[in-house]
């Protein structure tokens, strides 16, 4: 079986810090980078695609409403011009960067409010969903399993890779349980790598109650913010490997190839 590892790393602002994206990046297959809408700025950009690039790690858009105050993380009702509109600028600024440095973006991956609000309504996970292939029908279109965005990517007969996310509990609706909730996280990294190890093998969503939601699996999310977050990952990573899953970059997986 294979699977990716990709984290959402460039995040530099008042409200994040990049301090583990080098140590991350030793770690992950495949890195969403910030466009500078939520977070990130050019040079940002720089550094992560050259420490990418020299861990074979694939780079991906990370693109999210322009809302630097709440980090992306605020719903914003935007008429659908203007979500296509922001998707495309973002892929293309970091494409821009990449190319300078020999690389492509090769897959695109909402971030915060704007991919929250795309799970859930399949109008607005059909505007990102043919904004990515105005730019190129190429492009891998990673979501979360059970999605909206699943569902319009793959009418669309995008390359769609679903993810679900290492550090995060789930409701029984195979959502994610709302940050807002003490539930919400999981910090300690043992439980978050049984946690991933369980739902990859049963191809099936762990929910906080231990109801299982069956669904695909391709990639799995690690966030790099946090004390734990290096360690979570490199642990997750290990106990994938001793399963028998075999780690790619989201491009070099043979299903999008």
């Given at each position: 079986m294979e699977i990716n590892i990709n984290c959402d790393?460039?995040?530099?602002?008042?409200?994040?810090?990049?301090?583990?994206?080098?140590?991350?990046?030793?770690?992950?297959?495949?890195?969403?980078?910030?466009c500078g809408y939520h977070a990130g700025d050019k040079p940002t950009m720089e550094k992560t695609i050259e420490i990418s690039k020299k861990n074979n790690v694939s780079i991906g858009a990370h693109p999210s409403f322009k809302d630097p105050e709440?980090?992306?993380?605020?719903?914003?009702?935007?008429?659908?011009?203007?979500?296509?509109?922001?998707?495309?600028?973002?892929i293309k600024i970091l494409s821009d960067v990449a190319n300078k440095?020999?690389?492509?973006?090769?897959?695109?991956?909402?971030?915060?409010a704007l991919n929250n609000m795309a799970c859930e309504n399949y109008d607005l996970a059909k505007v990102i969903s043919e904004?990515?292939?105005?730019?190129?029908?190429?492009?891998?279109?990673?979501?979360?399993?059970?999605?909206?965005?699943?569902?319009?990517?793959?009418?669309?007969?995008?390359?769609?890779?679903?993810?679900?996310?290492?550090?995060?509990?789930?409701?029984?609706?195979?959502?994610?349980?709302?940050?807002?909730?003490?539930?919400?996280?999981?910090?300690?990294p043992e439980i978050a790598k049984k946690h991933v190890i369980k739902m990859v093998q049963n191809q099936a969503i762990n929910c906080y109650s231990g109801k299982q939601v069956p669904c695909e699996i391709d990639a799995i999310c690690v966030h790099g913010d946090g004390s734990s977050a290096v360690n979570t990952a490199k642990q997750i990573k290990?106990?994938?490997?001793?399963?028998?899953?075999?780690?790619k970059p989201l491009n070099k997986m043979k299903k999008f190839m």
């Open positions: 790393l460039g995040e530099s602002s008042k409200l994040h810090s990049t301090e583990n994206d080098p140590l991350l990046l030793k770690i992950v297959n495949s890195a969403n980078i910030a709440n980090f992306g993380r605020k719903r914003l009702n935007l008429p659908p011009g203007e979500i296509t509109k922001l998707v495309i600028n973002q440095t020999g690389m492509k973006v090769t897959h695109v991956k909402p971030h915060g904004s990515i292939i105005q730019v190129n029908k190429e492009l891998i279109f990673l979501v979360p399993t059970g999605s909206q965005m699943e569902k319009a990517g793959k009418k669309l007969g995008m390359k769609v890779a679903v993810e679900i996310f290492a550090d995060r509990n789930y409701e029984d609706d195979g959502n994610l349980v709302s940050r807002s909730k003490d539930n919400a996280l999981i910090v300690d290990e106990g994938l490997i001793k399963s028998g899953v075999t780690l």
